[in-house]
């Protein structure tokens, strides 16, 4: 039994005691030693090639803002291309596009292929770009924003950069670059907060928001892109921690600035088609990104709180007592009682579940369904690692957030998180818990 305890969590579990203690951080301001002295201003003939490329799904209504924005651009328009890719958008969106917007090159889908894959296909389209740029189509953006967003990548500092992003009226902030807690839930840094200095300091992130990035195209060939099996949410915090652990480095740019209408494609999809990929594509990510001492660690907790999510929006807890033999009353002594209550069983063999909650499990089943395939997945990504995860974790920021306030979640993250001694391998966090 040892053995095979030692085998499932890598080295043997950690011997249960206190955990050790780490203070929730009240304060934005930036950790220290991720803070960076950026070089300074490129010249205008030293900016690179550019491609920008935009999704949009029956998105006609965030066009003008955002294309009026990208003609503004101070960039020079012999070394800039915007490509659309539109995916299978019938609002009218191709129309608006080619009569008002046909600077932009223009690539329709006959169906929605997801945004990471719309990604890939808008990179592949770009003709001979040296700087990849993927911004949301409900953004607007400054006249600076491409010349500082690509500058870190021309001075060599770095592979990728991410944009300073305002909610779209600008009183909030909605990103300043990203982490994650220890089971892959993305945090964008300062979402909801008030615009303040600590979001003006440049810093090394995890990710790069993919509503507003920029990256090397040849580091982003390197590297293998978006991981079109995400399909969409949770491809850029792949996408940046796969960056990393393959060597190259990604930095927040405070200077380059947009503004965002947030998440306004999702709020028109069923809850349970977003649950699904929201819940799934973190366990994909930490699938493939760990290490193996590391993961062999996280696997447990990770599918175990992923087990008490699905339970919680299940709706089994109202029928709970159904299933327990203490709550069960003695069986009948006849025959034709016997029956009886067979037969009610029969018509009752099945009990629903909430939506959220098949969504979830089928969400699960795409990695444990699939093991094989996510293994050589996995390996294609370690065969090419070139930093260690301690490197990588204080990149995290907030690796202990417990992301639900019900007690059983809470309980089950802090006993795992002790047990699998997850919370002595990575540093404190450096964030205050998120806004909802």
């Known amino acids: ?178 982490g994650m807690n220890f ?50 949410y949770y491809e850029d915090v792949d996408l940046g921690w796969r960056t990393w652990v393959q060597g190259h480095e990604t930095r927040y740019v405070p200077t380059s600035v947009c503004w965002h209408h947030h998440s306004s494609t999702s709020k028109r999809l069923p809850a349970e088609m977003v649950r699904l990929l929201q819940t799934r594509n973190p366990l994909l990510a930490c699938f493939k990104n760990y290490d193996d001492a590391n993961l062999r660690s996280i696997l447990g907790p990770m599918l175990a709180l992923h087990a008490r999510r699905t339970w919680m929006v299940s709706g089994l807890h109202q029928r709970d007592e159904e299933f327990r033999i203490e709550a069960a009353t003695n069986p009948k002594s006849g025959f034709f009682q016997r029956m009886v209550e067979k037969a009610h069983a029969k018509l009752d063999e099945e009990v629903s579940v909430r939506r959220i909650a098949a969504a979830d499990l089928i969400g699960v089943n795409d990695l444990l369904g699939r093991f094989d395939h996510w293994m050589a997945r996995r390996g294609s990504v370690q065969k090419k690692r070139r930093r260690a995860d301690a490197e990588i974790f204080r990149l995290f920021l907030k690796p202990r957030w417990c992301i639900e306030g019900e007690k059983g979640y809470a309980e089950l993250q802090k006993g795992m998180s002790t047990f699998f001694g997850i919370d002595s391998t990575f540093p404190p966090d450096t964030l205050p818990d998120p806004k909802s």
């Open 183 to 232: 089971h892959g839930i993305g945090i964008q840094r300062g979402y909801g907060v008030e615009p303040g200095p600590d979001f003006d300091v440049p810093v090394k992130t995890l990710f790069a928001c993919g509503g507003a990035m920029a990256m090397s195209a040849d580091v982003y060939a390197d590297v293998g892109g978006f991981d079109s099996e995400f399909f969409a």
């Open 1 to 178: 039994m040892k053995r095979i305890l030692k085998k499932l969590v890598g080295g043997g579990a950690a011997e249960i005691g206190t955990p050790p203690s780490f203070a929730t951080p009240t304060s934005n301001a930036p950790d220290p030693v991720l803070v960076v002295q950026p070089g300074g201003p490129i010249s205008v003939k030293d900016l690179p090639r550019a491609s920008i490329v935009i999704l949009n799904l029956n998105g006609k209504h965030h066009l003008k803002g955002c294309f009026e924005s990208l003609a503004a651009l101070d960039y020079p328009k012999d070394r800039l291309e915007v490509v659309l890719v539109d995916n299978g958008s019938d609002d009218g969106s191709v129309e608006e596009m080619r009569a008002k917007h046909a600077w932009v090159r223009l690539e329709r889908n006959e169906r929605n292929v997801g945004f990471a894959e719309g990604c890939n296909q808008g990179a592949r389209l770009a003709t001979k770009p040296e700087v990849l740029v993927f911004l949301n189509n409900d953004m607007r953006v400054a006249k600076p924003w491409l010349k500082e967003l690509v500058a870190p990548i021309v001075r060599g500092e770095c592979a990728a950069t991410t944009a300073k992003m305002y909610s779209w009226d600008g009183k909030v902030m909605n990103s300043a670059g990203g």
